[in-house]
């Protein structure tokens, strides 16, 4: 059975299409990583805060310590 053409042609745009997506979703994660994206920073005043995030709605929150 010969397969056309063209059908090999949708799937490789398919195939890179999912690779594409799924590249930029883990290099948006690392970047999120890499800025310490809601983990704590302490202060030498007895104060914290969550680092704020790049992309990811996240909302900057505040306490003692």
Known sequence: MV??????ISKQLLATGVIGFVSLVLVLL????????GEKTYHKDRTWETN??????????RGEW
């Open 3 to 8: 397969v056309g053409k063209g059908c090999w």
């Open 30 to 37: 690392m970047i999120e990583f890499m800025v310490g994206c």
């Open 52 to 61: 704020a995030c790049v992309f990811l709605p996240h909302e900057v929150k």
